[in-house]
């Protein structure tokens, strides 16, 4: 019995070599796991001798991982820093993947409709400036909604976060105030409001408490159906954010050559202004020749096939410009 | 023990007292003995045992030494790799870090000031409302209970404790967080007020949330750890209260519960480890605001949600060393409290020799 287990054991062994899986490892961001990890599923189905392993830890784990070169790739939904791009020693080149966008979702009681936020509302509320419904700054922008006497509670990220970062960038190009007291980052000390844990935490604050208002992604907002504003953008439109909105934020934005962009607040009259890309940090010169191949053609697969699958999944797809250029520059910078 | 009599086996003769035919052994007549004979066992294997299974001995030895000494190793890393870890945090902001009460990312500023006192303040709140009660559990199942129902009641408490965290805090947020907001909060705020402890606006998230659920899973481990050890204090102990003339409460006070009261504050020391290392049940009911708030209506933060929220996502070599520095600042505030908790059980025992646990 324990023989023939033997025997066994070596013939499985024997055959798993023979298939000769080439694995290639990524970490990072959170908020695009969903569409990369179906992706990742397709792309084994085509080729099925090559198996992408991806793990969510986080933007900042991914960042750290491809730079200390213990995976293939990484990934985060904000750009790397003038600061990381220069202490790394693995140069990476920022490959923009999906878009995404932040909603500001609320409970008001008595009101089921649609409430339009001023950039000036938005950062009042969450400055603690503005601790009203009723107040004059939404009031004005709201003709016909009965905002009620009530307590505005402000519920943010506890955790660091992509989306936190999205929705701080924004603020801080939209009011000078909040740039100076808070600033953006994955992590910001929040004047008011209390932290929920992950997209879900916030929510659940916000659905709790009545009058509570609170940013989460735009996926999150529709698939839980919780209530979430329109947004005016720099061309004094009232924009509700949908993945046409989104893609539309990302058109009238200038790409630079290195794809490290914000296009929070951007030119255009039908975009949304609190968008974002998300990237993959490929190395543009990997240790193993064979994964580095492997890699690039996946990219390009993504950049043709992968971006017909986002709109399944609620994700916006790349305007095809951006495509364009992203094509030129991996064939151009990733070796091999 | 030489200079003093004893008159079961007295050394000089008292008078014309005989040793009685049926004497009694003392006690230290039995021991001595008994060392003699184990001595004698052991000359015996020495002797007639060959030298070299010796080694078999020695080496079981060393093994069990260096298993003993890996405990206190781990430790030693563990300390070592935190201060290690945040060396850039600890040059930066030297002591001032431990008072400093300022969290700031973005800045680089980083206190651990609002976390050390939330997770003191939760910790102390969740004992206060576990020990009556845990007590009170364990007096009534051992002492009071009929007997069919002794099994049940200790199985539904120890149940408490097999329940993941996590799904104590998703309890917390869908079950007590609205009750506390609706019922308990405005009940407390009008009635209590006036302390400055209920104040304030009602999110039902906050510190008198965190304090609850760490005290219903600290309610389990204070309940069976005081149940054993009042079940061990000898049934003559509880008789002999009684036949002087003592009430049922007044047995229990004094026969039991002054005997076991070692071991219930050692219960009481593991309910607080356990509650100043809770996290994700924390993190999800306490608000995660890096405050120090006088009211328990307020949201709070502890080191333990802290370094769960942010590390993941920590950019910065200074960020992730500040929250290094926050992991060793609970280390320390756990090792301070198990010391402060060890010199308050040897100052009721009177000295370290009567240490039991």
Known sequence: ??????????IAVLVSCAFAQTRLNGAGATFPYPIYSKWFNEYHNQHSDIE????????????????????????????MTDQQIAESKVKVLHVPTVLGSVVPAYNIPGVSGEVKFTPDALAGIFLGKITKWNDKAITSANPGVNLPDQSITVAHRSDGSGTTYIFTDYLSKVSPDWKNNVGKGTSVKWPVGIGGKGNEGVAGSIRQLPGSIGYIELIYALQNKIPYGSVQNSSKNFIKASLDSTTAAAVGVKMPADFRVSITNPPGKDAYPIASFTWLLVPTSPTDANKGKILKDYLFWMLDKGQTMTQALSYAPLPSQVVEMEKAAITKQVKP | MSDSVDPMNPTEPLGKLQKP??????????????????????QKIRTSHPRASRIPDTVFAVIILLSAISVFAIVVLVAWQLIDKSRLSLHQFGIGFFYGHDWDPVAGSFGAMPFIYGTLVSSFLALLMAVPLSIGVAVYVTEMCPQRLRAIISFLVELLAAIPSVIYGLWGIFVLAPLLREYVEPFLARTLGWTGLFTGPMYGLGMLAAGIIMAIMVVPVIASITREVMTAVPQNQREAVLALGATRWEMIRMGVLRNARIGIVGGVILGLGRALGETMAVTMV????????????????????????????????????????IGLALFIVTLIVNALARLLVWSITGGTARVRA
């Open chain 2, 286 to 325: 306490i608000g995660n605001r890096p405050e120090i708030a006088k009211s328990l209506f307020a949201p709070g933060y502890t080191m333990a949600s802290v370094i769960a929220n942010e590390f993941t996502e920590a950019t910065g070599d200074l960020y992730l060393s500040a929250l290094v520095e």
């Open chain 1, 1 to 10: 019995m324990i023989r023939s287990f033997r025997v066994l054991l070596c």
């Open chain 1, 52 to 79: 992408i392993n991806y793990q969510s830890i986080g933007s900042g784990g991914g960042i750290r991982q491809v730079q200390a070169g213990t995976v293939d790739f990484g990934a985060s939904d904000g750009p």
């Open chain 2, 21 to 42: 035919a049926t004497a009694i052994p003392s006690m230290a007549q039995v021991s001595k003995e008994r060392r003699t004979a184990a001595s004698t066992v052991l």
